[in-house]
């Protein structure tokens, strides 16, 4: 029972470089999300997708990319790497629902530093 | 749009006190709570929620009642441990936002023995 998985856990980018975090889960969730966790600033949603094949935007997608080509698997694409991208990134996931509503799964984190 | 407030941190308590974080939110439709756990090191993990009004969630000794006359969600604990230092986030989840969270900046509890 993996749940959320996210690689690297760990990555030092220089300036400029592109990268893509993964993200892929196992239990057949159709939501998926990427934040970004920086002090002070709790968590702001870059992207998310309700499906394989449907993306949008969320409060802070300057900057990345995303695309769901399957329901697994969620990559975030860093396009070209600024030192305002040094961050926790958390990919989460959760099935649909309205009233009963279920909570979010988060994978572990990606510590993202860009020099 | 949507937003959670919470109660600014950090909060320092010794072992065995009462702890209560505030949270309140403002959301279009009827939204689920939720309160998340984040111990250092680690991704976000769900403590306890509510769906509708008046529901009590709970977990681990920790509470919090949905309010929706006051908007507001506290999470307390009536004893807490050394083990619960961590970062805690409120959380809503609107039935009208398609599977979009929305958080609060968390609050950082030290419990001291």
């Known amino acids: 029972n993996a749940g959320v998985t996210q690689t690297p856990k760990f990555q030092v980018l220089k300036t400029g470089q592109s990268m893509t975090l993964q993200c892929a889960q196992d239990?057949?969730?159709?939501?998926m999300s990427w934040y970004r966790q920086d002090p002070g600033m709790g968590l702001r949603l870059i992207h998310y997708?309700?499906?394989?094949?449907?993306?949008d935007q969320g409060e802070v997608p300057n900057g990345y990319n995303v695309s769901r080509s399957t329901t697994e698997d969620f990559p975030l694409r860093l396009l070209s790497a600024a030192p305002s991208q040094t961050s926790v990134y958390f990919c989460a996931s959760s099935p649909p629902g309205a009233r009963e509503s279920t909570e979010a799964f988060f994978g572990q984190g990606t510590r993202l530093t860009v020099v | 749009g949507n937003s959670v407030t919470q109660m600014e941190g950090p909060v320092t308590l010794s072992e065995e006190a009462f702890l209560t974080i505030n949270c309140t939110y403002t959301?279009?439709?009827?939204?689920?709570l939720f309160w998340y756990v984040q111990y250092p090191g680690e991704g976000l993990q769900l403590l306890l929620k509510a769906t509708k009004a008046d529901d009590k969630g709970s977990n681990k000794g920790f509470e919090a009642t949905y309010r929706k006359e006051t908007t507001s969600f506290h999470l307390e604990k009536g004893s807490v441990q050394v083990s619960d230092s961590a970062v805690y986030f409120c959380?809503?989840?609107?039935?009208?936002?398609?599977?979009?969270?929305?958080f609060g900046d968390g609050t950082t509890l030290t419990v001291k023995p």
């Open positions: 959301a279009t439709g009827y939204p689920s």
């Open positions: 959380a809503l989840l609107s039935n009208t936002n398609a599977g979009k969270s929305t």
């Open positions: 239990m057949n969730h159709e939501y």
């Open positions: 997708s309700v499906g394989a094949g449907i993306t």
